[in-house]
């Protein structure tokens, strides 16, 4: 069962990489263009992504439908605050400006064999390892 469970991930993420490559998500020179405010075309993707996300959100609170072991998939709200979302997206988008890329095209990259990538993803894990450590002293 894991296994089966396992190549669903391995395929799904296949195809998120084919489609990020493809939309050209991963291209450093798209990424330059969207915070240059010169082009639409990174919005467009984003956006796309979030009216996703909010689709299969709503089609799965409004059918109960369940993960792959059958639990039942649960949506916690979360509090609000500007101070969370403002720090946490600063250093967010300061970490995509400087290497590039924010963590789908990071995988999607070293899988084009861009292997200073190892670097960007080892970082952005020691920040999340970090993140873990200090999460009870930061505002949420």
Do not use: N
């Not at 894991?2 to 991930?9: A, L, N, Q």
């Not at 990489?17 to 990174?42: C, D, L, P, Y």
């Not at 996300?53 to 059918?63: E, L, M, S, Y």
Request: with cysteine.
């Amino acid at each position: 069962m894991k296994f089966k469970i396992g190549i669903r991930y391995i395929l799904i993420g296949v195809l998120f990489g084919i489609v990020m490559t493809k939309s050209e998500a991963v291209s450093w020179f798209r990424i330059q263009e969207m915070f240059r405010f010169q082009s639409f075309h990174m919005y467009g993707i984003i956006g796309s992504a979030l009216l996703t996300g909010i689709v299969i959100t709503a089609v799965i609170k409004r059918f109960g439908i369940r993960d792959v072991y059958g639990e039942t998939i649960k949506f916690h709200d979360k509090e609000k605050s500007i101070s969370r979302y403002l720090i946490g997206g600063t250093i967010f988008g300061l970490g995509w400006a400087l290497t590039g890329a924010c963590p789908g095209p990071m995988f999607v990259l070293l899988g084009h064999g861009f292997l200073i990538m190892f670097i960007v993803i080892l970082s952005a894990i020691t920040g999340t390892f970090v993140y873990g450590l200090l999460r009870d002293k930061l505002p949420h």
